[in-house]
């Protein structure tokens, strides 16, 4: 599943979904949310889920598979007009950089590079990664500045699988910070100020309402609300 096919939600005119879920697969869990798009334009949560894969199992195709099959037994309690699952992966499963000064050239030649970039950072040949990268144009002679995202190949092909299986779409994968700074940016000004309360509880807009400058990222991170808040905004970018 190249990601240039599905990554990074950079994609253009898509048509409004008014439901979708998104997940966080992390290394050993999946957390699922579902949100919904209401009548007055805000988005809730109306779902929340937490899969986690048993201790014994060692090996991480162990562990999704194990994943995968909690993913086909909660399919039964989901909204029937749901298709859609967006998933962010965690640190273990995506890995990020950026090439600065990358001379403007042939496109083709520029996904070669950061093809090459990430496989190396991977340690892994140019075949066995998936990925997707933007570019940036600061003008003069500078050149581009290309951020890059990419994760192995295989194992995002067979979550592409398991969630087909499971008779839903995967039209997003993205880092999990990617999706929790559009989580965090469109929250609600009551949630933002009652972090304490339950993700079910939380409340979104389709549209950002602060500068994620703003935001005390360090201390997000460090919170058991930042995984919740990266499915969630994995949920969002499907829905706008």
Sequence with gaps: MPWKQVAWAWRMGRRQRSSAWGALLDRHDLLLAALSLQQTGGVRVVVFEH?????????LSEQDDWLAQGLQGLRG???ATAKTLALALGEERCRQGVLEGVPRRDPQRLLGEVRLEAAAVWGVGPDAVGFDFRTEDPGGEAGLQVH????????????????????WRLPLVE????????????????TLRHWAVS???????????????????PRLQASPLWRPLVACGAALGALS
């Design 51 to 59: 899969l986690h894969a048993p201790e014994g199992l060692v090996h």
């Design 199 to 217: 993700p079910q509880d939380w409340q979104f807009s389709l549209a950002p309402q602060r500068p994620g400058a703003e935001l005390p990222w």
């Design 77 to 79: 309690r989901w909204p």
């Design 148 to 167: 890059w995202a990419a994760g192995l190949l295989e194992p995002l092909q067979d979550w592409q699988r398991h969630v087909r299986n499971a008779g």
């Design 175 to 190: 880092p999990e910070m990617q999706a929790a700074l559009r989580a965090a940016t469109c929250l609600s000004e009551d």
